[in-house]
């Protein structure tokens, strides 16, 4: 008999432990993809490419004139710049980093909203000498 009683439990056994395995995967997949952050640049996010509705970085240059701080608040308003020139108005409320300037590098992390990007956080990890490989070349 090629299904005996014990070789079906086992193979039910096998079964059950591979289909296990791939749910567990499955749900480990799922739940990185909810906490990952893509970066984009401006033009990238005007020209559509970036999704919708969920957190995302946009990176380039703080445009020199550009940063406008509330006295009442902790709220600014600036402008981020790249390589080809497009602009996107970026708000954020809250501590800004002591290396955030006019001029200098800036990733924010947020959502593109109504055509304002509303972060929720900045970072400005690098030194102030700091320039992204496109920009560097294009300001030369």
Do not use: C
Not at 53 to 61: F, K, L, Q, V
Not at 64 to 90: C, G, M, T
Not at 102 to 112: D, T
């Amino acid at each position: 008999m090629l299904f005996n009683e014990n070789r079906i439990k086992r193979l039910f056994w096998v079964f059950l432990i591979v289909l296990s395995g791939g749910l567990i995967i499955f749900a480990a997949l799922k739940t990185f993809e909810k906490n990952l952050v893509f970066f984009y640049t401006p033009s990238q996010i005007l020209n559509g490419e970036a999704p919708k509705n969920r957190p995302i970085r946009i990176g380039g240059m703080v445009e020199p004139n550009s940063i406008n701080r509330d006295e009442h608040s902790l709220a600014v308003e600036f402008n981020v710049v790249d390589d080809k020139n497009s602009l996107i108005k970026v708000t954020y409320s809250g501590v800004v980093p002591d290396l955030f300037k006019e001029g200098k590098g800036v990733v924010a992390q947020g959502e593109y909203v109504d055509g304002i990007f509303q972060s929720t956080e900045i970072l400005a990890k690098h030194d102030e000498n700091y320039m992204p490989p496109d920009l560097s070349i294009a300001t030369k």
